[in-house]
């Protein structure tokens, strides 16, 4: 029997090739060619004021920490369905996660709760693209300015989507992005943070070189670089950029592949949703998505589990999501909730991700497992 895995790593084919240029260069460490050329195509993408390539999205959301300026104490609100990176980049910094429910629709962050859970001691807003959906950002964001916080977008999922037609990302103060092999565009392990407010940008170059000003000294700006702030070392090494640089340029090829498999999916189950046995994903029609996953939601843990083994025997490897953090042992040790989090709770255990990626030719027999399951 033929296996359908849940997701194969795609290359574009000029992946090697830049690979053995940056070798040929002598361009190995990072911030070589390919690191500019993916920082230009990111900054023209989003419209960003700074993109710099880190080597993961969770390095992304450390440095974007550190620009934040967290104290100990200091309270972030975020959803508690979204990966441990998001919380951990904040608890490394002495912060506290503040966890709010989530949407029954679009499994993003509920902007309605944003305001009631704010108090003194809180310094950000971290809205998570569930899927590569937007947020509510407009209500966001204006929530955000009425109290003076930071909205650092964790658009891990979100490359290539966009919000009322601005790239996901590019409109909070910072954004971080993914390339692990299981996004949409990749390269194994790496991540982006952009920057949207100019006056971040040389700081966060600064974070991002271990706490010094070398990217200036090889701009010729200072006549030696020195340890001048915090920091770590954020960058990839030119491999993991040349890799990236010929995956971006195929983004939107990528994603059109992406949207063709989402779509037939998408059409295969209407018939079971018209009789309420699944419900498919909901895209608010301001947001453009670029087809990250497809999942349904089922009626309970326990079917969930029956149609992974039934899948599994068919030989389709079918997953569920996140754990919500807050019912985690160190959700429960460095965190809190704020209110209860039933849809979070619910959603979490009725949720269930089918294979995706470009050129996926399998959707009609998945689709059939599935039907016959209901059957």
């Known amino acids: 029997m033929f296996m359908i895995p849940f997701n194969k790593p795609y290359m574009t084919g000029k ?3 830049y690979i053995s240029e940056a070798h040929h260069r002598g361009q190995l460490a990072g911030d070589g060619t390919f690191t500019k050329q993916c ?3 990111l900054q023209r993408q989003t419209g960003c004021a700074r993109a710099l390539l880190t080597h993961s999205c969770t390095a992304a959301l450390e440095m974007a920490a550190l620009l934040a300026d967290l104290q100990p104490g200091d309270e972030v609100i975020m ?14 910094r002495g912060a506290v996660p503040v966890f709010i429910d ?5 499994l993003n962050m509920d902007e309605m709760l944003i305001e009631a859970a704010i108090t003194a001691k809180t310094r950000a807003i971290v809205p998570v693209h569930y899927a590569g959906v937007g947020c509510e950002m407009d209500a966001i964001c204006a929530i955000a300015r009425r109290h003076n916080l930071l909205v650092i977008e964790d658009a891990a999922q979100g490359i290539m989507s966009t919000y009322k037609g601005r790239p996901l990302g590019s409109i909070g103060d910072l954004g971080c992005l993914s390339f692990h092999e299981t996004k949409n565009v990749i390269s194994g392990e790496g991540g982006a943070i952009l920057v949207n407010r100019a006056e971040m940008a040389q700081r966060a170059e600064i974070i991002r070189e271990k706490g010094t000003n070398r990217s200036q000294f090889f ?3 200072v006549d030696k670089y020195t340890w001048v702030d915090v920091g770590s070392s954020y960058l990839p090494g030119e491999v993991i950029a040349a890799f990236l640089c010929a995956q971006m340029e195929e983004a939107a090829a990528i994603t059109a592949r992406r949207r063709s498999v989402w779509e037939s999916y998408h059409k295969a189950f209407a018939g079971l949703e018209a009789r309420e046995r699944v419900r498919r994903p909901i895209i608010p029609a ?4 670029n087809a990250h996953m497809y999942y349904l939601l089922l009626d309970s843990r326990d079917s969930r589990a029956d149609l992974i083994a ?3 025997a068919e030989g389709v490897h079918s997953v569920f999501h996140y754990v919500p953090l807050h019912s985690s042992p160190a959700g429960r040790k ?3 909730p704020f209110g209860t989090l039933l849809n979070t709770e619910d959603l979490s255990e009725r949720l269930l991700r089918l294979p995706l990626w470009p050129g996926l030719t399998e959707v009609e027999r998945i689709a059939g497992v599935v039907e016959r399951f209901y059957a």
């Open 15 to 17: 992946e090697l090739w």
């Open 39 to 41: 920082h230009t195509w």
């Open 79 to 92: 959803p508690s369905y979204t990966f441990v990176s998001t919380a951990n980049a904040f608890v490394l």
């Open 102 to 106: 989530i949407r029954a629709d679009t």
């Open 219 to 221: 701009r010729g700006e």
């Open 286 to 289: 301001h947001c453009e998505h």
């Open 310 to 312: 039934a899948l599994k």
């Open 334 to 336: 460095y965190a809190r």
